[in-house]
């Protein structure tokens, strides 16, 4: 491999002369070995934006000159194109404030930069901390590339994968809902209601769960952009961040606007914590949904067997013919992840020791994860599962005419301990219901089959 030698103030380094970093970068690459979790490229491209809006924002100050805008936006948008993103190698497990990402990108744009003022004959240089960096420090632009890269990624992966399940949801909500079936508590029998109605809960959870994420994901439009080294905002323009925030809303299309407390900004991943929660709470509904899926779906012949479900792949290696609820499974596992992901996140916010909280990679790395896992699990699991979900209308039936909680029907007629006493006797005799009920006396079987009947308890309007 052919190197060349880059500079920084600790003193030469050789790298690969056929990537674009520098120095600093190749000494993080360097000195953290550890994991193979890398930088997601998401926060690259945040970096990008970034970098392309304080460069406009510096022009516009009169720090930056016109050739040296230029460059740098052209180069941020051959990033944000992908065109480097070999030149992006640094691992998650490094500087708890993401310097050395910020300086790898840094360090990629101004080569790049430079590169095309060479090529219009331009005498003018880059410098990836004087010109790249400019008006900033790691320690404001890693926590606003972190909030660029969640909204973005909200926006993008998780929304419209959370959409389209609501969306087949709701489909199935309206097809079934006139198809009665047992409900259940507990575990254990309890009063009908349709499988559209159940449905109709799985739906609600979605969409609730959608408004609370959105909700919570204003809080991300607040950058800290401004506040440099320690929220003071040493070196960078007082209108530099304000400006930065509106450049950054007009590439992107959302309202960024600079904090108000830089101080907070900078040591405080609260915001993070809130959105994170409400995709927790996210998790939460789809472990229910999946788990009532495969518990209806369970059987084929000893199990619920309610409804069905598309049979994707051989369940088993030794069962022939057996077919397993893997989409159910898949899901729940991610539910699982993140579950922990929010843990590590909130215990990594805890951390804002005095003016910086240095455990900046690991959350945002956690988050993306999340709302990653989260999104494509819920393509796989509406276009492998939930479309193909059917009911098994004799099986329903069967359990309905089995119930024995259909006597709650006769509370208001004989009273709630006569009732009882007649599901009791049905259960140790093992009779149908009706037959208890005429055994006992409290009732003829005129009177049952008018006070029992399964459609006018479900509560249809």
């Known amino acids: 491999m052919e190197y060349r030698i880059e500079k920084d103030t600790l003193g030469e380094m050789k790298v690969p002369a056929d ?9 993080s690459k360097e000195n953290f070995p550890i994991g193979t979790e890398k930088m997601p490229i998401q926060v690259i491209r945040a970096f990008a934006q970034l970098k392309k809006a304080a460069a406009i924002v510096n022009y516009k100050l009169e720090k930056l000159s016109q050739a040296k805008k230029e460059a740098i936006v052209k180069a941020c948008e051959e990033v944000l194109e992908g065109k480097f993103d070999d030149h992006f190698p640094l691992v998650v497990w490094q500087t708890g404030s993401g310097t050395q990402s910020n300086m790898n990108v840094n360090e990629v ?22 010109d790249i960096n400019m008006s900033q420090s790691s320690n404001d632009t890693f926590p606003t590339a972190m909030h660029i890269a969640a909204i973005h990624e909200l926006h993008t992966k998780l929304y419209p994968s959370l959409k389209q399940l609501a969306e087949t949801l709701t489909k199935k909500e309206q097809a079934f809902m006139n198809i009665i079936k047992i409900g259940r508590t507990h575990l254990q029998d309890a009063t009908p209601l349709t499988l559209g109605q159940e449905i109709s809960g799985w739906r609600a959870m979605l969409e609730k769960a959608e408004q609370m994420i959105k909700e919570s994901a204003n809080h991300i439009l607040n950058l800290a952009i401004g506040g440099t080294a320690v929220g003071t905002g040493i070196n960078a323009d007082p209108k530099f961040g304000d400006e930065v925030a509106k450049q950054l809303s007009e590439q992107l299309g959302y309202t960024f606007r600079s904090s108000d407390n830089k101080f907070h900004a900078l040591t405080s991943h609260d915001e993070i914590v809130h959105v994170h929660g409400a995709l927790k709470g996210l998790a939460a509904d789809l472990m229910k949904i999946a788990n009532d899926v495969r518990w209806l779906a369970s059987g084929p012949r000893s199990g619920i067997g309610e409804i069905t479900i598309p049979a994707n792949e051989p369940g088993s290696s030794i ?12 899901l729940t596992m991610v539910a699982v992840q993140v579950f922990g992901n929010d843990a590590a996140i909130g215990f990594a916010a805890s951390q804002g020791n005095f003016e910086l909280n240095v455990f900046k990679p690991v959350i945002i790395y956690n988050f993306l994860q999340s709302v990653h896992l989260l999104a494509d699990s819920m393509r796989s699991f509406d276009e492998r599962c939930a479309v193909g979900i059917e009911p098994n209308k004799e099986v329903i039936n069967e359990n309905v005419n089995r119930s024995l909680m259909l006597v709650t029907a006769l509370n ?46 479900v509560n249809l309007k």
């Open 19 to 27: 990537k674009y970093w520098g120095a600093q970068t190749q000494r």
């Open 109 to 130: 744009v101004a080569r790049r930069a430079n590169e095309i003022l060479q090529s219009e004959h331009s005498d003018e240089k880059i410098h990836p901390n004087d």
């Open 319 to 330: 069962m022939p013919g057996k077919v397993n609820p893997t989409q159910s499974e898949a």
């Open 412 to 457: 208001p007629h004989i009273g709630y301990e006569k009732a009882a006493e007649i599901a009791k006797l049905a259960f140790k005799e093992g009779t149908t219901l009706k037959g208890a009920a005429i055994k006992t006396g409290y009732l003829s079987a005129e009177q049952y089959e008018k006070w029992i009947d399964p459609s006018k308890m």
